[in-house]
């Protein structure tokens, strides 16, 4: 049974140049290759939201990958602050990603689920995109 290889993915909701989807295909086809190479299974972890998630998922989908959205649970809190931030602590926490690819337009959110990571253990490999 295939090992699963868990891959956290962040980024601008407003990264929807073909720069960016460029910069995620390419990054996918890498991921690929260590999947075929390794015989792991890759799994994307990614937030829902439009943007470099959305464009992550597509291409994760095109190379067979598994996915696993983690929206935020916007009704449970009074702040849409607090949701994003859970939810970006509950990517790392409960899905326990090997690497986090932040597709990195300058952002805060991005930066936030980078330190995030970062602070968890979680390797990140940014790459800057444009918005």
Request: aromatic share 8%; proline share 5%.
């Amino acid at each position: 049974m295939p090992s699963h290889y868990r891959v956290l993915v962040t980024g601008s909701r407003e990264a929807q140049t073909a720069g960016a989807r460029a910069a995620i295909a390419a990054q996918f086809d890498r991921l690929r290759d260590y999947a075929n190479a390794t015989g792991s299974r890759v799994v994307i972890i990614h937030g829902g939201a439009r943007g470099v998630d959305s464009i992550a998922h597509a291409e994760a989908k095109k190379r067979h990958f598994a996915t696993v959205v983690v929206y935020p649970q916007w009704d449970d809190y009074d702040s849409p602050a607090k949701a994003a931030y859970d939810r970006n602590v509950q990517m790392v926490t409960e899905f326990q990603p090997a690497a986090c690819l932040a597709f990195n337009a300058g952002t805060r959110g991005t930066q936030h689920q980078i330190e995030i990571a970062q602070a968890h253990g979680v390797p990140v490999r940014e790459i800057p995109i444009q918005r």
